[in-house]
């Protein structure tokens, strides 16, 4: 029997299971717990184990779909909530990275992609994992972020501000990589560093959001945070067109970046 | 009325006419700007950002240096993202763009001179993703220009030294290409999974497939593009003679965004 998809509901059940009890013992300790910090990170090993085997399944890098990609997501956002209560101690990041690791992967329960033993030629390049993956991390760290500005707006006494900056500033500096990393893969694919195609116009759009909100300055008014965290939230959205949003548009018909059809 | 409400004022306005002005044209024909005649603007613009430099305390330099013109420069770099993203055919040489980038470029050089200025140690971090998108944007938009694209289709043994613009213009190369082999492999629904090209370019023998072009002297690179299951290789030649600044200015960009990620925000 190949160890793939057919058993991602039983093994995410239990990584979202060790998630769960971590976030809850991290609840429950007002300093950082290493029960939490260590069932997080079993969660994270599960994960893991479940991407190597599919790999494996696959033999390839489960990179290409959807379906992979809110894999990878979820792992990362696991991941990111799991760095970021080991780094700065926020008891409560462990609860909203499950629940959207969780989302991530009733997704993938709910509705399996097809998959594909062979990848595209234009996907057969060294580029692709760590381009993918450091884009990846970055949407983990940049959804962290935007959880903390939603906190932010429903509750008035949360400073989440210099929390959401040390977020954003390693999820730009990872979403700027993976954006370059695919300026230099499109020149040797396609011939150019950058084409304003759909996706790539979407990916400038976040882009040029999410430093517009490392660029405004602090102040401590309560409009002026409002402005950031909305600024933020919005940035997340462009990042969810640039992401999959695109492909229901008009314009993604031309686009380069189409893989599944 | 407020010198602010004033400034934004102005800029709606200067925003509207250029948005009108797009819903009457086409866009412009970059073409037209071919070197030497991008070189030469590029050079008038570097004169009056160093005008603008040295008449920083009047109203246009502090506006051009201000918080304002960081957000108006990040906002349209969002707002043209957005539009582009949407359009089924981009309009990337429209006049609002080439406004956007211009005034970002502008931005950018003063707020890269003022970071020297002020710095009392070399700052690294800033200096490369301030350079770094300073080159790339640079030699992106005047280098446009210079670009050319051309096209040929071979079969099996077939030589050319005529390509094709995407216009339909025959163009002589100045060099011979051949095809001597091509391969082509789909699964089993018909889907590609492999395609490559044996040629000979000028004498060289080289295998074209996707991801792995072909190098020629200065700027140009040689690609497969089609699927080959017709028998037929399109090979398409592509001259850019500013693609290493662009290479420079991503690698500057590349270790600033390491930095980003590692250093975090400074207090």
Known sequence: ?261 | MSKSKHRWLIISIVAMVLVTIDAMIDGVDIALFAFPLNVLLALLWIIVVARLWHKRNTTIGEFMLSADATKISLGLMAVVGIVLGTQAEPKTTSISVITAIIFTLTHLSLIILRGWRNAKGIRWRFTFLHCGLWLLLGAGFWGAPDRSVVRMALGEGERSTIAYTTDGAAQELGYEVELCNLLSEQDGAGRLTKIEADVVVDGKRATLSVNHPMSKGVGTKIYIVNDGKDGYAVIEIINEPWLYISFIGIMMLLVGAIMMFAIGPKK
């Open chain 1, 1 to 261: 029997m190949e160890l793939g998809w057919n058993i991602f509901a039983y093994i995410a059940s239990g990584a979202i299971l060790l998630s769960v009890a971590g976030a809850i013992v991290a609840l429950r300790h007002k300093e950082r717990s290493t029960a939490a910090t260590l069932l997080s990170t079993l969660a994270i090993m599960v994960m893991v184990m479940f991407v190597g085997m599919l790999w494996h399944t696959l033999q390839r890098p489960p990179l290409r779909t959807m379906g992979e990609t809110r894999l990878w997501y979820s792992l990362f956002m696991l991941v990111a909530g799991t760095v970021t209560y080991y780094r700065w101690h926020y008891r409560w990041i462990l609860s909203f990275s499950t629940l959207m690791a969780t989302v991530f992967i009733v997704i993938n329960i709910l509705r399996p992609e097809i998959h594909d033993e062979s990848l595209m030629p234009a996907l057969q390049s060294a580029w692709f994992i760590p381009h993918v993956s450091v884009y990846m991390f970055s949407y983990s760290l940049l959804g962290c972020a935007t959880l903390l500005a939603v906190c932010g707006i429903v509750n008035r006494k949360l400073e989440v501000r210099e929390g959401i900056d040390k977020l954003l500033y390693g999820g730009i500096g990872l979403f700027t990589v993976g954006m370059l990393t695919g300026a230099l893969w499109a020149k040797e694919a396609w011939g150019a560093y950058w084409s304003w195609d759909a996706k790539e116009a979407w990916a400038a759009a976040t882009w040029g959001l999410y430093l517009l909100a490392i660029h405004l300055p602090a102040r401590s008014t309560r409009r002026a945070n409002v402005a950031y965290y909305a600024i933020v939230i919005t940035a997340f959205m462009s990042l969810q067109m640039c992401w999959y949003g695109v492909n229901y548009l008009p314009s993604a018909k031309q686009s380069v970046h189409t893989y599944n059809q």
